[in-house]
């Protein structure tokens, strides 16, 4: 098993930045590519980034592209979303994510989850 504990949420204005953090414990080896999610009500979660763990592969929605960057310390399990210039509309609640499928893709099957964080980004 593998558990994904997030924090570094909160509320902050217009034009701030949090960094997120998910620690990963347990079976960490099978882990190929961990993600970031958003869900915001009334919408589908979305994919934000996606990090693979053997490095080589990043990907980013393109409403962050150029404002977040995931990272990852392979050392201490952790992955982070730095997130930067925010707008009111990256409110939501957002979760790391782990696959253990060979493909690393935002598309690909996530099958650890973290219980969440949120943020809230006011104008």
């Known amino acids: 098993q593998v558990q994904l504990v997030e924090s570094g949420g909160g509320s902050v204005q217009a034009g701030g930045s949090l960094r997120l953090s998910c620690a990963v414990s347990g079976h960490t080896y099978r882990i190929n590519c961990m993600g970031w999610f958003r869900q915001t009500p009334g919408k589908e979660r979305e994919g934000v980034a996606v990090i693979r763990t053997g490095g080589g592969y990043s990907w980013y929605a393109d409403s962050v592209k150029g404002r977040f960057t995931v990272s990852q310390d392979n050392a201490k399990n952790l992955v982070y979303l730095q997130m930067n210039s925010l707008k009111p509309e990256d409110t939501g609640l957002y979760f790391c994510?782990?696959?253990?499928?060979?493909?690393?893709?935002?598309?690909?099957?996530?099958?650890?989850w973290g219980q969440g964080t949120q943020v809230t980004v006011s104008s």
């Open positions: 994510a782990a696959s253990d499928r060979l493909y690393c893709s935002v598309d690909v099957a996530f099958g650890y």
